[in-house]
């Protein structure tokens, strides 16, 4: 598994924002094709990458008793945020509980102080870059602990096991990795993505989140002969972030299961300014009434402005999985005995974002999220230990066995 790891970082497929194209970046079909080539040397015979660059495969089951056909996902591509170009992954065997200093940049400090869980792994074998790239675990480790697992089913056909699908996706990191997903044609019932941090986790709910766009529109005129006519959007736009909460609900005031609104693009002229935001709450309610609170802040700002308005709308981003899953309790509740099988204590964890399996949940197909055991995500101190990866690739080929006594 570590030697697949290993390769797999090293293909650059770094997604990008705003690109026309799907998959955003055409180089994550480099490594699309290459595990879809490896998944059919398993003896995976269906396993290929469609268009879109969506690679998958099926292995049969090989019982005769019918049980839900269950799916495992990861993500191929890498944050736009941190370059993932020529990866030179170093791997720190025996940990011995000390800072590590990357070689490729000594100012990129791993400190243990500051990172609890690698202080706990005294004696592992630690994976990072050379400290100029993320190391891509996010979510290379997905990949390859379900190849791994695969590569284990395959190779103990005494392990029994329903009907298997595997899927590796590109465009997560920019919010678009099931857009063109066909879940019927998977054929999954249940899936989980292996897109997490710390083992043991498993994330079984994310934020609601919305994307709230309020424009205000001023009056424009020629700037000289403007006395008691102009009406500058620009101001009123201003006035109105001024008038937002500081010392609440925003991002940086806010943590565990707060919501908050947040602005993060201003954009206009004198004659029209928009302010856009993100908003975000575990309670659907909860988005409603921030809605609510940012148009009475607007309401009050143009009161201040004669012959000023504006308009606010809406986008509906993704939904709390939560809401979905608990319709399913079994699809968690397998994944935290999975979990203990390993002999480890599992944990349900929400997520103060969302993960495509919160978007697979809305298009039919109930996924939490597993941990890979990767650290530090979208950053050049991405780190993972070898010993996790394997305890990841077992909780995969117990929920297997989990879910091959159940019944359909
Ligand atoms: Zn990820």
């Known amino acids: 598994m570590v030697e697949r790891f290993l390769r797999y970082v090293k293909y650059d497929t770094q997604s990008a924002e705003n690109s026309p194209t799907y998959p955003s970046t055409e180089k994550q079909k480099e490594l699309g094709r290459q595990l879809a080539y490896e998944l059919r040397e398993l003896s995976l015979q269906d396993a290929s990458i469609d268009g879109y660059g969506y690679v998958t495969a099926t292995l049969p089951a090989n019982i005769q008793r019918t049980t839900p056909t269950i799916g495992f996902i990861a993500h191929m591509d890498t944050s736009p945020e941190v370059s993932g170009r020529d990866v030179k992954p170093q791997i720190h065997e025996n940990y011995s509980g000390n800072d590590i200093i990357l070689p490729g940049d000594n100012t990129q400090i791993l400190r243990a102080s500051e990172n609890p869980e690698l202080a706990k792994k ?172 940012l148009r009475g802040i607007a309401e009050e700002t143009v009161r201040i402005y004669p012959k000023s308005n504006f308009t606010l709308e809406t986008e509906e981003s993704y939904r709390n999985m939560k809401h979905v899953l608990d319709k399913y309790p079994e699809v968690v509740e397998k994944a935290t005995v999975a979990v203990r099988m390993a002999g480890l204590q599992p944990k349900l964890h929400s997520i103060r974002g969302g993960t495509d399996g919160a978007r697979l949940c809305y298009m039919g197909l109930p996924t939490p999220n597993l941990a890979t055991g990767g650290h530090n995500f979208h950053s050049k101190l991405e780190w993972i230990s070898i010993q996790d990866m394997k305890k990841a690739a077992e909780i995969i080929v117990n929920l297997v066995k989990l879910w091959s006594k159940a019944a359909e």
């Not at 029994?160 to 857009?179: L, Q, S």
């Not at 934020?207 to 424009?215: C, I, L, R």
């Open 122 to 293: 005294t004696g592992n074998g630690i994976i990072t870059s050379d400290g100029t790239t993320l190391l891509g675990a996010d979510d290379k480790a997905g990949v390859a602990e379900i190849v791994d697992a695969v590569h284990y089913l395959t190779t103990h056909p005494e392990v029994e096991h329903g009907r298997i699908k595997v899927a590796f996706t590109p465009d997560e990191e920019v919010g678009k990795g099931v857009e063109h997903f066909d879940t019927r044609k998977f054929g999954a019932q249940y899936a989980y993505t292996l897109d997490g941090e710390t083992l043991g986790e498993v994330e079984n709910e994310t934020f609601s989140a919305d994307s709230v766009q309020v424009t205000f529109r001023g009056v424009p005129f020629h700037p000289g002969y403007a006395l008691g006519r102009l009406v500058n959007s620009i101001k009123i736009a201003s006035t109105f972030v001024e008038k937002l909460p500081k010392d609440r609900d925003s991002p940086e005031t806010t943590e565990k299961m707060e919501g908050y609104v947040h602005p993060y693009i201003i954009q206009g002229g004198v004659e029209s300014t928009r302010v856009k935001f993100i908003i975000r709450d575990f309670e659907d309610d909860g988005l409603r009434r921030r809605e609510e609170t």
